[in-house]
């Protein structure tokens, strides 16, 4: 049995969950149980990354206490999580004193091997990206760009990581694919990256007397620990490095290395692709204990009023463009289904999308409720009038029902390559092939004109045999997406242990001659905007 530990970026609780945030873990989350379907024996770790200044500021503006602020925040994306089906195995919570002593002990480690130094220095620091910036950083104008908020001078004693010594080991390991990188045209830009990092150590704390929401250094107690440093260092210690052996915790030899870190392209360089792999390296971490990082694109927002083929029709969600999109409240109001399927059925792997609601309803409605829903009812309805809900052994075929049977085996095939690749669109897109070719099979092959001759009986009940046992693989299929709509349609073919086993062996014929199935009840009812009723 194959391992498969994969983990996504912890968040900051500074605020409530955006459909980016859900995006990823549900992403995560749909490769998850694809792999456990795929026999592997699965773990997926999320959490929250919630120390920092981003938090301590957060906390100031609004009064509050920043470890309150921390639970209060925590508890939202736990909530979020719970009711999008997203299940993590475990949860990674960076004020956790576990992984506060894992940290601890790491940055003594370094510390004795000679990898930190103390050293003072005076420049220009991003209070957004919590980090000092050079002279490379400023653009064409001689300003630091927006990206950067406001920046500040300061002049300040802290501790650097020897990131530079690492620097020519990282170009041949992203170069040789020793450290994974997906899409494989991010690569380019990592490289880019390196150069600028041969140049500069990283700075790995703060003084205490400006952050103080942090995790103390060991062998120097003003300071607490760089952000960064820390919440990197979760997918290790959450993982079990370090651990006691009484720990409740993974066993580590086993898990590591992470077969994917769910990463968005903004935190890809420099935290994933340089200090991370030069961390692990530091520590000891071979070549081929080095992770895979598989980088998603960015939800933005659909400007109001855009036209189709505006450049900028685009903008980021932002608090301030007061365009941020709740996905509790998109859950409350179209369901999880819609939601699920839409965050990962629009958007490239990799690429951006811009959120749109009209679409998310038109997908759910084509794909869902008129496919697929229509497919379900129809199949399990007339199966119930015409042969009293009893499937039997076919004995009839023809070349409709072996292009059934072909078109399923493709589809099939196509989702494994599609799933395997993190192509989830594809993967969907397979999917709804069938379902559409199921639903021509009905066209062509009316059972319900066909029954009137009584000659074609046997025929009638092959061709609901092979629209129910597509029914059912059609929802395993669909499983890692939309685990409950999934278990639905299982429930009303009366299905649920016809296939335990794993994807290979998904063949032809899990239902059996004499299997009764059940009451078709919609299980994607269409959604109907309040306006448009009237
Ligand atoms: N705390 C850091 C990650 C530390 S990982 C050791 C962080 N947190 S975050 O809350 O700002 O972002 C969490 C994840 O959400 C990141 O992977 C980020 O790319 C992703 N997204 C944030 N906004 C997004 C969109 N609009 N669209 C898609 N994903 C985006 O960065």
Redo the contacts with the bound molecule.
């Keep these: 049995m194959n391992k498969f530990f994969i983990t996504?970026?912890?968040?900051?609780p500074n605020g409530s969950p955006?459909?980016?945030?859900a995006?990823?873990k549900v992403l995560a989350d749909v490769i998850a149980r694809y792999r456990r379907l795929r026999g592997d024996e699965v773990f997926f770790l999320t959490g929250v990354?919630q120390h920092?200044q981003k938090m301590q500021q957060t906390a100031d503006q609004e009064g509050v206490n920043v470890a309150t602020l921390a639970a209060r925040n925590t508890r939202k994306f736990i909530a979020l999580w719970e009711k999008l089906g997203v299940h993590y195995d475990g949860w990674a919570a960076t004020t956790d004193e576990l992984h506060k002593k894992c940290v601890q002990e790491i940055l003594a480690t370094l510390y004795d091997e000679g990898q930190l130094y103390k050293k003072a220095y005076k420049g220009f620091y991003s209070v957004r990206q919590e980090q000092y910036l050079t002279e490379k950083d400023r653009g064409e104008d001689g300003q630091f760009g927006e990206e950067w908020g406001e920046v500040v001078e300061l002049e300040e004693e802290n501790w650097y990581f020897r990131l530079s010594e690492h620097a020519e080991w990282l170009k041949s390991a992203v170069t040789s694919g020793a450290l994974g990188i997906l899409p494989e045209f991010r690569r380019a830009e990592v490289l880019n990256a390196i150069e600028r990092a041969s140049e500069t150590d990283l700075c790995i704390s703060r003084p205490k007397d400006r952050l103080h929401w942090g995790i103390e250094l060991p062998f120097d107690t003003g300071f607490v620990t760089y952000?960064?440093f820390d919440?990197?260092i979760?997918?290790i210690s959450f993982a079990g490095y370090r651990s006691d052996e009484t720990s409740s915790l993974p066993d580590f030899d086993t898990l590591w290395p992470a077969n994917a870190h769910?990463?968005?392209?903004?935190?890809l360089v420099p935290?994933?692709a340089i200090y991370w792999p030069c961390m692990l390296r530091a520590m000891g971490f071979t070549d081929d204990q080095m992770p895979m990082l598989l980088v998603?694109?960015?939800?933005?927002i659909r400007k109001k009023n855009a036209g189709p083929e505006e450049d900028d029709s685009e903008e980021?969600?932002s608090k301030s463009l007061g365009n941020v999109v709740d996905p509790a409240e998109l859950a409350e109001r179209f369901g999880v289904d819609a939601v699920r399927y839409y965050l990962v059925r629009d958007i490239v792997t990799g690429k951006d999308s811009a959120f749109d609601l009209d679409r998310l309803i038109s997908l759910f409605n084509s794909e869902l409720a008129n496919d697929l829903g229509n497919l379900l009812n129809r199949s399990i309805n007339m199966t119930k009038r015409f042969v009293g809900g009893e499937l039997a052994e076919p004995n009839y075929d023809d070349d409709a029902c072996k292009d059934v049977r072909c078109s399923l085996k493709d589809a099939n095939k196509a989702y494994l390559a599609a799933m395997d690749a993190f192509d989830l669109p594809g993967a969907l897109k397979a999917i709804n092939s069938h379902v559409v070719r199921c639903n021509q099979f009905i066209e062509k092959n009316p059972p319900f004109e066909l029954r009137k001759d009584d000659s074609q009986a046997d025929r009638v009940s092959a061709i609901l045999y092979h629209l129910c046992e597509s029914c059912l693989h059609l929802s395993i299929l669909l499983s890692p997406f939309l685990p409950d709509a999934s278990a639905k349609i299982r429930g009303q073919l009366r299905a649920e242990q016809s296939f335990t086993g794993h994807l290979e062996d998904l063949s032809w014929g899990l239902l059996k001659a004499g299997h009764q199935t059940g009451k078709a009840k919609p299980v994607f009812p269409r959604i109907v905007l309040e306006e448009d009723q009237t």
């Design positions: 996504t970026a912890i968040d900051y955006h459909i980016g945030h995006y990823e990354d920092g952000v960064w919440a990197l979760n997918y769910v990463i968005g392209k903004d935190i935290a994933h998603h694109g960015w939800w933005n980021k969600m």
